[in-house]
């Protein structure tokens, strides 16, 4: 499994990423990504720009290819252990995308035998759909990956790029509910859309339920993790991020690059403003203006 | 996939909801519900009675036809737009009933090719059973609807009518262990059944334990949203309404008509009396008398 | 279903367990283990070391066999009424012994044939695979039991003596992003692996990541109910307790004996000292010192 990459496919590869490249790629193999605790020669290692005595960490590494900010320096140390430096605007940004390119498994695109399609499901091209998948007659654009046991219904319309982890649930029915004339509580139609932009990742066993009367959108570049829930008709802007267990409620305008901490709640018809942090286990219950951090139960304003 | 529904249809199929018929439905047509933002001329309208300004938003309504509650009046406006208003005791109900009955996909009774079923399953009349969905040796009512990759464990009766969305788990064994003379946890047997009421509606990716010595049940009319977590040996009341995310420790009583909203927590042991109001992401570690509201962490009774 | 036991083959089975046993086990017949409400004459009941008036409890149990600590004597009332007390060092782990002994149903090894399973996994001997799960490259040990619809991807190696519920996704991958160029969320590589130890029982539609350059463990006897959310990265002990919906961010060290209550959020990069005891919704943002108790929103430290 483990691969052999010569350095210098990678610098050409990053080449838009690197400012400059210090020493000899030529003749160095690089076999693997490592958290620092196991780096060896083989490894394509990097300095997170936010970490103290970054010149020390480059030159104790095992690594022979360092991807650095341009803080580091090809210091006399570095030259002498035969190392080189691949200098980034951005190291997690340039790891990231070698890391992608050369070191994760592809999914090779397909449907899988025992996915269940329907007839008239529009599904793009180059699209992997994985085992005991269900598609119905729904809209999933080019290049997208649907994996195991993922259930899509009818109301979805999903751009291009997008991942669907196993087990998520995307257009279903919402929960609304009206007290009949017995006091007993009768359904209330649930028959919007679901319509989920590109490059959109959605968590495993993650559930979206479509609209009820209007729809349910979720922006482009958006990613949602594992086990959370977001109810009918919420309109979710651009480069949204909604961590673990989320429970976001009906209704409400989730503006661009919000950022959602793990197992927060927000209440439904509210408004939260573009760039807000909401933190871990915050109650939202009020609209949160834009750029604001609120945490808590109930979530305030975290001040300074 | 639009209908073409004669208004006359619908207040026929209306007719014990109805108080009033103002104007005449006889050349109107319905194509569909619409949220405020999108009604149309084919829309049929309704008009929430908590609004403020009910009679502008009639007079203003693109529809030709609304479902009201007797404060609008059919003015001279109205009437000259040759509109038609429904009045209905409920609006919200009397929309939800039409809208089930002519704008609603059904689901067509049957089992899919691919569902894995036991063979002494005892399976109701017009059952739905969706694609990959696992029943074991359970008893299951008549009219309902069992969506795909649900898991039914033998343990499960359910009665008539119910939904279960799809990847909800019903009936596996509950958690419960021992620590053993090694100190290391050791199973504690769960043997109890799951029964399950009528009209009970279970979401996706929903958990639901079978009691361990004793029974776990869940009372006819209970909605129960995605991704909740119902523990062993809860005896939950009837027209309980248990919203996303929801998290139930095991061995409660929650009496009829309680209502809990999104990700709350509630301990073991303990009892919610009728009608009580548990707020979002409440953590209830006490008994909560009937009709009270409790919120926070830890919750705490909301006075006023 | 219902099975008949003699009492003797149960006092056989339990002989490391049992200090004493008075009365004749001889002619008593075992149908069932029961809630104390329903406990009849067939039951083999216990009563729980901690409740008052124990002794009271046995001569007025319905039961004939009764598994009791040595607080309990075998007094007159009791030898009248023909009953026969095993008195045990721990009589609920006797009790759930035998119970899984003789009247759980077991799980018969095998594997069901609309399982989807690579043609390079490992699995190990007397495994079972239930309806629609998905076992990619992974490793299986020996005697574990692997429900329907759960997916395990290539990343995974899993010890003997697991218990994996149904729609768990064990190995995908993590939530790793950096922002690119144009400020899009671009994902990190997820590239390690995620260990499980022996004897781990993984709830219902739980999720458990891949480690990102580094690993995923979980240890020995872990118990995790359902929905739980543990990313990548994650380094847990032996016999940590993981209650339901529980919320682990990546990257974090959790001691042995650790016991998380239900819907606890835990941030990422902390530590969680030996046998601490995370609150009810509590949300952790610090490093917890061993042995402490920590509750609330943020979770706090509990005095006394």
Redesign the interface.
């Known amino acids: 499994m483990e691969k052999h990459v010569f350095l210098k496919e990678i610098v050409a590869f990053l080449k838009d990423e690197l400012i400059d490249v210090y020493g000899d790629p030529q003749s160095i193999i690089v076999k ?4 620092p ?2 780096v060896d020669e083989f490894t394509l290692d990097w300095i997170n720009p936010g970490k103290p005595e970054k010149q020390k960490i480059a030159e104790t590494s095992k690594a022979k290819a360092i991807v650095v900010d341009k803080d580091v320096v090809f210091s006399e140390v570095l030259r002498n252990q035969g190392k080189v430096l691949l200098v980034a605007t ?1 190291p ?2 340039a ?3 070698a ?2 390119e050369f ?3 592809k999914v090779t695109p397909g449907i ?1 035998p ?1 996915a ?1 399609i329907h007839p008239d499901a529009q599904i793009g091209k180059n699209v992997y759909i ?3 998948a ?1 598609i119905e007659k729904c809209v999933i654009g080019d290049d997208s990956i649907i ?3 993922v ?1 899509i219904y ?1 109301s979805v319309i999903m751009g291009k790029h997008c991942t669907v ?3 998520a ?1 995307l257009g ?2 919402g ?1 609304g ?5 017995s ?10 859309n679901l319509f989920i932009g590109e ?1 959109v ?1 959605i ?3 993650t ?1 979206i ?1 479509r ?4 729809d349910t959108v979720i922006g ?2 958006c ?1 949602i ?3 959370c ?1 977001i ?1 009918h ?1 919420n309109k979710i802007g651009m ?1 949204v ?1 909604i ?3 989320v ?1 976001i ?1 009906g209704s409400n305008v989730i503006e661009d690059d919000v950022w959602i901490a ?2 927060a ?1 927000i ?1 439904g018809w509210i408004r939260i403003g573009k760039s807000a942090t909401i933190g ?2 915050a ?1 939202v ?1 009020k609209d949160i203006p834009a750029g604001e951090t609120w ?4 979530a305030r304003k975290l001040e300074k």
């Not at 509910?177 to 004339?181: C, G, R, S, Y």
């Not at 006091?183 to 919007?192: A, K």
């Not at 609209?211 to 209007?214: I, M, N, R, W």
């Open positions: 693997h990504l490592r958290d605790e196991h951005n997690k940004l790891i990231a995308k890391g992608n070191f994760v498994e899988h025992t269940v994985g085992p005991n269900i994996d195991a046991n259930h009818s982890k196993s087990g649930v279903g029915m929960f509910f009206e007290k009949d004339e006091g007993n509580l009768f359904r209330f139609p649930q028959i919007g490059y990742e968590g495993a066993n559930c339920d609209g009820a009367l209007s482009d570049y990613k993790n594992n086990l829930h109810a008709n480069n991020v961590t673990a267990q429970n409620s793990p197992n709640t209440r871990m286990g109650v219950t945490v808590g139960n109930p």
